[in-house]
């Protein structure tokens, strides 16, 4: 750390240095709260450094450590100087006075204090090491597991009633980081021009890849071992994967697919089957030279009662992580035996590596190319692309693949008042939710209030958590955030956007719905950016009329306006809607439809210090906290290929 040490460690107090080493509350990181040091205490260690960078608690810990190591290195340096003059001036009449214990005693005084120097250095090697193995992602895991450690046995959080709505939630008392958008504001109206890779991805793919899911290598399955029935629970991204899944599985097993169903969900509250959302007639038809698919089961099996007969399969049958030999080895008896399979929930099945090329290649196709909204989506997707755009520009490959070729009916004055060039516009996706802000135990700065608001929905809502929190310690809301387990606020989100470089004048499109806090939080948001939309404020009463009352037909309309953008930022890199338009746009959108993916961890480090840090420096931490994450490489192992298709098994590099 730059800047001076105390005197006590410059002169090497020994003492001190022992006894901050033996104190229950190390610097190094723990499981227990208690081991954390507090934000504040970290802002005020740095107050006395003007204008400096930002560091870690770890770096002002080890700093501390090493100043400690420096002081008893000088006092032994020390010692050894002055033995060795006493050893000089005073050694021949030591000798002779029969004195020779002394040396020796000095001596052994000085090899203690070496090796317990040098086992001191093991020992801190050793600390840090294990402050490396705690990195951001064990760490992350280490908080999991202490959140989900029975909650994994349970089924998923269900909601009693309706979700509620944001007017009706009350406003916090407080908005978070009030010195930043002051210091953002200053910065926005300054209008500086724009880092020249703010809307690039940051790292050019060394090799092209191009979209080729759509190529095939063997011949069409006829199906004839059974019927593959499935009903997907969730909301429209879970359900999106797990059709998706289910064609992989009618594949393994040589079956027949019917046409997906969706379970109704008291979370979404929406009714829409299959045929709502997505074009089934295409469907059926890209993947014919694939798998069977039919619209229902013959009429000879549907009076078939399939779990008295041993052919309802739910999820608590089957794991997440089973390979395609448990299917082959458990599934396949039962459907060559009753002709029907019902696989129920089927919650992100048959989705981690170790899958075969060919199956991943043929879910890739079926995200990528056989899924097509309906035309009445399309449609109203194709208007906010153009509302955004403000322009009837011609179509990418992206935009194509969303929308179609079908053109957005647009009147004669939105006609007229069209300008000659298409603005660029950023899309973000929001998630927070009440449900999601209860659910993360995290605080928000809305005081008393808050906490008691956001309890009373947890002890309704989330039973097992609530029961999960009285026998086990949870992290507190200081640690989470530290961590970067909390979701980001509208405040933070901005903030991020600012600190990145985006213009005041900026065309933003919010995706997400029943914002905690509601308009009045949303206005750190607008204030800054003045050109901010919704669906709801694009479309007339008219045409949002047919989608108002059906959540995952509006979060289709989110995905095309959300996938279509020139830039695209999640505050939260788990939301599986999220991760599907980021996949989307690497898939269709080249390298010039880049996706912000904050390292939340990160961020956090920089909001904590909100009341002292300078603006340039928050800029600077931002950007470096998005830089890398903002990089797209080819798919890592084991990850995900809707969210990472540049992967030989969904696309093809293009040759030189």
Same mark, same amino acid.
């Given at each position: ?506 065309? @933003?499109?919010? *995706?997400? =719905? +029943? ?9 750190? #948001?607008? $204030? /800054? ?30 995905? @095309?306006?959300? *996938?279509? =953008? +020139? ?9 599986? #809607?999220? $991760? /599907? ?76």
């Amino acid at each position: 750390m730059s800047g001076e040490e105390s005197p006590a460690l410059i002169a090497g107090d020994s003492s001190l240095f022992l006894a901050r080493f033996q104190s229950d509350n190390p610097r190094s990181w723990q499981g227990s709260p208690k081991t954390i040091v507090s934000p504040s205490v970290l802002s005020s260690s740095f107050d006395a450094v003007e204008g400096e960078q930002i560091f870690s608690s770890r770096c002002f810990g080890l700093s501390w450590v090493w100043g400690s190591v420096f002081g008893v290195l000088m006092m032994i340096s020390a010692l050894s100087g002055n033995d060795v003059r006493l050893s000089q001036s005073h050694g021949s009449r030591s000798m002779k006075d029969g004195r020779w214990w002394r040396r020796l005693r000095r001596r052994t005084l000085k090899v203690v204090l070496w090796a317990a120097v040098v086992g001191l250095f093991f020992l801190l090697n050793l600390l840090m090491f294990r402050r490396l193995q705690h990195g951001p992602t064990s760490r992350r895991e280490v908080l999991s597991d202490a959140l989900n450690t029975t909650l994994q046995a349970l089924p998923m959080p269900q909601f009693g009633g309706k979700r509620i709505s944001y007017e009706k939630v009350r406003m916090p008392r407080q908005v978070m980081y009030s010195r930043l958008l002051t210091l953002a504001t200053h910065s926005l109206a300054d209008a500086k021009s724009e880092p020249r890779d703010l809307w690039k991805e940051t790292l050019m793919p060394s090799i092209p890849w191009k979209p080729c899911a759509d190529q095939r290598s063997w011949e069409p399955s006829e199906g004839t071992n059974g019927y593959i029935l499935v009903s997907a629970n969730g909301g429209i991204s879970q359900q999106r994967v797990a059709i998706c899944n289910a064609v992989a599985i009618a594949r393994l097993l040589n079956s027949t697919l019917v046409l997906p169903q969706f379970l109704y969900s008291s979370v979404w509250q929406d009714s829409s089957q299959f045929s709502d959302i997505y074009n089934a007639e295409h469907f059926i038809n890209h993947l014919k030279d694939d798998i069977k698919i039919v619209k229902e089961l013959p009429v000879e099996l549907q009076s078939l009662d399939l779990e008295a007969i041993g052919s309802l399969m739910t999820d608590a049958e089957i794991k997440k992580e089973e390979k395609p030999s448990f299917y082959v080895k458990k599934i396949l008896p039962v459907l060559l035996k009753n002709k029907v399979v019902h696989l129920t929930g089927f919650g992100n099945r048959l989705a981690f590596d170790p899958i075969p090329f060919n199956l991943q290649r043929l879910r890739c196709r079926c995200n990528f190319h056989a899924l097509q909204f309906v035309k009445r989506i399309q449609e109203t997707g194709g208007l906010l692309i153009q509302r955004m755009r403000r322009h009837r520009s011609q179509q990418s490959q992206l935009e194509h693949s969303l929308v179609g070729s079908l053109p957005a009916k647009l009147d004669n004055n939105e006609r007229a008042a069209l300008p000659s060039v298409a603005y660029r516009y950023l899309s973000i996706h929001l998630r927070f939710e009440i449900d999601m802000a209860a659910y993360s135990l995290c605080y928000f700065g809305g005081g008393d209030e808050e906490m008691k608001e956001l309890e009373a929905y947890r002890q309704v809502h989330f039973p097992a958590l609530t029961a999960q929190r009285k026998s086990i310690k949870m992290p507190s809301p200081e640690v989470l955030r530290s961590e970067g387990q909390c979701p980001l606020t509208p405040e933070e989100a901005v903030l991020m956007l600012a600190a990145l470089g985006y213009k005041q004048k900026t065309r @933003i499109y919010v *995706a997400g =719905a +029943d914002i905690y806090g509601g308009k009045l939080r949303m206005a750190a #948001l607008k $204030s /800054l950016y003045p050109n901010l939309e919704t669906k709801e404020s694009l479309l007339s009463s008219a045409e949002i009329e047919p989608f108002r009352h059906f959540s995952s037909q509006l979060a289709a309309l989110d995905f @095309i306006a959300c *996938a279509a =953008a +020139d830039a695209f930022a999640m505050t939260d890199s788990g939301s599986q #809607l999220s $991760s /599907l338009v980021a996949g989307y746009r690497v898939y269709y959108g080249g390298t010039i439809h880049p996706t912000i993916r904050p390292n939340k961890r990160r961020l956090a480090s920089a909001f904590a210090r909100n009341s002292t840090i300078k603006w340039k420096y928050f800029e600077a931490s931002v950007r470096k906290a998005v830089k890398q994450s903002k990089m797209v490489e080819e798919r890592p192992k084991g990850r995900s290929i809707y969210r990472h298709p540049r992967c030989l098994e969904c696309m093809c590099p293009v040759p030189a």
